[in-house]
């Protein structure tokens, strides 16, 4: 029985749907904060997306990824780095900062589908729309990630999942949806 | 990375694992509380808790706590591993278990310890291993049929709720008068 993770990519204004599978790489980070909640304490250090190890504290109590329109330090973000896929990352290469200008993307505010249940399998979705508004020049997505926020003993954020796929936002105004399933199923 | 989940059941006299499958079954309320920690926010839809009783709203209400913890002291039955005796099949709907077996020493009771919490690096090679487990002994006078197994969670803020995140039927295992177990959930990380 696995803890599964899913990436859709949808074009905005055509609705084709460009990207359907399984996630290739949740991160070390995702189990580690998971169980750290879990068991309320955790010995080892987690490692923050400005690549500094963190201790687990008993405030931590979301691992938020529901981020506001324009933050990019957490959220699902993207990026133009085409470094392998390991679980050892804790942050994209290039991260895509939000904005209109020559190689940024707008960021819309987080949207999250709480959970369901689909035959034997509870699921939800975390989605996010970039658009492109550069009115010049295609963006070129290379990587795609999930950011959380976790409020220890100063707020720190944390990359949970990171993916490889390329995608072109098209110049002008082209948008597209990312959508992350997250999936536990009753299978063995 | 895989993120897999095990049950694993080892007899504390012998040491030998009884038990050890991959555990069949996340149920709703887990995704459910994942969503919960991932929105920061109130929750629209209903969380059953283990009684049954459907919560929702502002189950994170910024005092410090969080919906997840699995650190069920000694003897305490509502947080942490916990065991029973029903066998109904499981499904993603469950939110308790069938029949849990009461902490004490009366009939069918057991006598649970702390719920514990570890981490083993590369053991196997080329894995993260994080261990939740229990140590339960049977103190009833008798001999006690274990058929199931769970994890519940406690969700502390300004009230606390109970949610069943997880619920194994293993079949029946048999812990006599005076034995004990070791109640292991093992998340297994493959990079």
Request: proline share 1%.
């Amino acid at each position: 029985m696995k803890i599964r993770l899913y990436l859709k990519i949808v074009d905005t204004k055509t609705g084709k749907v460009e990207v359907d599978r399984e996630s290739h790489s949740w991160v070390i980070q995702f189990p580690q904060i998971l169980c750290a909640h879990m068991a309320s304490k955790y010995t080892d250090q987690i490692r923050d997306t400005g690549n500094t190890l963190r201790n687990y504290q008993t405030t931590a109590q979301a691992i938020n990824v529901n981020a506001a329109a324009t933050v990019i330090t957490y959220g699902i973000v993207i990026g133009t780095g085409t470094t392998a896929e390991d679980a050892t990352q804790y942050k994209l290469t290039t991260q895509i900062i939000n904005g209109s200008g020559s190689g940024q993307a707008v960021h819309s505010a987080v949207t999250i589908v709480e959970s369901s249940v689909v035959g034997t399998t509870a699921i939800f979705t975390v989605a996010r729309t970039f658009t492109n508004n550069y009115a010049t020049a295609d963006l070129l997505v290379k990587e795609i990630g999930i950011y959380a926020q976790v409020s220890l003993s100063t707020t720190c954020y944390f990359m949970l999942a990171r993916d490889l796929e390329n995608i072109t936002i098209v110049k002008a105004g082209g948008s597209k949806t990312i959508t992350y399933t997250v999936t536990v199923d009753n299978t063995s | 990375m895989d993120v897999d989940l095990f049950l694993r059941i080892k007899d504390m006299a012998s040491g030998r694992i009884e038990y050890h499958k991959p555990s069949r079954s996340f149920v709703l309320q887990f995704s459910q509380l994942l969503c919960l920690l991932f929105k920061n926010a109130a929750y629209a839809g209903n969380i059953k808790d283990t009684g049954g009783n459907n919560r929702t709203g502002a189950l994170i209400d910024g005092s410090g706590g969080n919906c997840i913890r699995a650190n069920g002291g000694p003897g305490t039955v509502n947080k942490g591993i916990v065991v029973g005796r029903a066998n109904t099949a499981e499904s993603i709907n469950d939110f308790v278990l069938g029949t849990i077996c009461n902490h004490g020493v009366g009939a069918n009771n057991i006598l649970y310890g702390i719920t514990e919490f570890r981490m083993e690096v590369n053991d196997p090679p080329g894995t993260m291993t994080f261990i939740l487990e229990r140590e339960i002994a049977n103190g009833s006078g008798g001999a006690i049929t274990l058929e199931e197994v769970g994890l519940y969670l406690a969700q502390h803020t300004a009230a606390v709720y109970y949610f069943c995140a997880i619920r194994d039927v293993t079949g029946g295992i048999v812990i006599n008068d005076g034995e004990s177990k070791l109640i292991q959930y093992v998340i297994q990380v493959t990079n």
